[in-house]
């Protein structure tokens, strides 16, 4: 074959096939540097996205496409054999499905780009999650497609090369199935969105900032600074708690007051715990308060208010506050805090003494003495909490 390529060709005809293959390539590169360069000075001072389209379609324009341009263009001016002309209209095609395959990446990042930009409305967790997991997707879908479409013009069979790897995916499928359960919880985490980057989470008895959602684990930042990682598949099925998304903080929180308080005092007490809150403005929505019962050593008291922000430490500096004039009031007052404490009383009379305690005379042996206890004195035992 090369040689009735040879003998049915001239060096004249070489010499043009040569120079049409430099030709194309020069002015490919040639024209492609000047719209490059006049495209991206215009760019940025238009509105519209086609320059910017185009600006990026230029840059990853690569040398294949002149190397099929002027292999092409070369195959005019040479007489080549039958099975050659196959060969090359393939190489060719390939070539050119090989930068439409680039093309169609970078203009698919573009639009991911400018489809999860930062002036899009949306949380800026969520829109950089979905776009990497959207574009791992979609290369994978688009390069797959391209490699079909080389293989094809190759001459291959793909309807049986597609039906093959379907009966190897089903085993491959059964071997993997964690890996790829894992796959489809991220595309759900994705779709769904439970949480986002950036977002407070805790699950089970561990929590953290989430920093990083992958194909098969998500990665948490802990409050002590380590990273917890998670399989996305056993992440969905765990109970999720997302705090970044609490619009306001319900907050209960107890008193208790010592026993002896008069009930004029545990009158007032509900209006004083309303008056400490309501003096949050702004922060807080008073609940209610209420005195709820009688505790093992306290008068209990239950109050509830509603935080205005999911700020936790808004939360703090608010219960503080409240604490505080809650301590001052009950001190203007004379009423006491509780604390857990147990009251002892006795009633009757305990007669205590070491070893035995009287003695009595032998009638047997006057010279000895019997000896006998005293009696045991009636005791009575009560425990209450003041």
Same mark, same amino acid.
């Given at each position: 074959m090369f040689r009735e390529l040879i003998n049915n060709n001239t060096l004249q005809d070489w010499s043009y096939a040569l120079l049409a293959v430099i030709g194309s390539m020069l002015v490919l590169h040639t024209v492609r540097r000047l719209l490059l360069a006049?495209?991206?000075?215009?760019?940025?001072?238009?509105?519209?996205?086609?320059?910017?389209f185009l600006v990026e379609l230029l840059s990853v324009t690569r040398i294949l496409l002149g190397a099929a341009i002027g292999l092409y263009v070369a195959t005019r001016f040479l007489t080549l054999p039958e099975a050659l002309t196959t060969v090359v209209n393939r190489l060719f095609v390939g070539l050119l499905l090989l930068q439409a395959?680039?093309?169609?990446?970078?203009?698919?990042?573009?639009?991911?780009?400018?489809?999860?930009?930062?002036?899009?409305?949306?949380?800026?967790?969520?829109?950089?999650?979905t776009r990497s997991l959207l574009a791992f997707i979609g290369r994978v879908v688009l390069w797959a497609l391209v490699l079909l479409l080389i293989l094809d013009n190759l001459g291959l069979d793909v309807t049986a090369l597609i039906a093959s790897l379907g009966i190897g995916g089903i085993a491959v499928a059964l071997a993997v199935q964690n890996i790829l359960g894992d796959l489809f919880a991220s595309l759900s985490i994705a779709v769904d969105q439970p949480f986002?980057?950036?977002?407070?989470?805790?699950?089970?008895?561990?929590?953290?900032?989430?920093?990083? !959602?992958?194909?098969?684990?998500? @990665?948490?930042?802990?409050l002590s600074g380590e990273q917890i990682i998670f399989s996305n598949n056993d992440? /969905?099925?765990s109970r999720i708690r997302n705090y970044k998304r609490m619009q306001e903080r319900r907050i209960a929180f107890q008193i208790g007051?010592?026993?002896d308080t008069p009930a004029e005092r545990l009158e007032e007490i509900p209006g004083l715990i309303r008056a400490a809150i309501e003096a949050q403005q702004g922060k807080i929505r008073f609940d209610r308060a209420h005195f709820k019962g009688f505790g093992p050593s306290s008068l209990d008291f239950e109050a509830v208010y509603i935080v205005l922000s999911a700020d936790f430490n808004v939360y703090m500096d608010v219960q503080q506050?409240?604490?505080?004039?809650? !301590?001052?009031?009950?001190?203007? @007052?004379?009423?006491?805090?509780a604390f857990p404490t147990q009251t002892l009383h006795v009633d009757g009379r /305990?007669?205590?003494?070491?070893?035995?305690?009287?003695?009595e005379p032998d009638a047997g042996k006057p010279e000895g003495r019997r000896l006998s206890p005293a009696p045991e004195a009636p005791q009575s035992w009560a425990k209450a909490g003041t």
């Open positions: 006049r495209l991206t000075a215009i760019a940025p001072t238009t509105d519209n996205g086609i320059d910017d395959g680039f093309w169609a990446n970078r203009g698919f990042d573009f639009w991911l780009r400018r489809r999860f930009s930062v002036a899009t409305p949306g949380d800026p967790g969520a829109r950089a999650m986002v980057i950036g977002d407070f989470i805790i699950v089970d008895d561990l929590m953290g900032t989430v920093e990083h !959602v992958g194909l098969k684990t998500t @990665r948490v930042r802990s992440l /969905l099925k007051v010592t026993y506050a409240i604490n505080l004039q809650l !301590v001052r009031a009950f001190a203007e @007052r004379d009423v006491e805090f /305990l007669q205590v003494e070491r070893g035995l305690q009287t003695a």
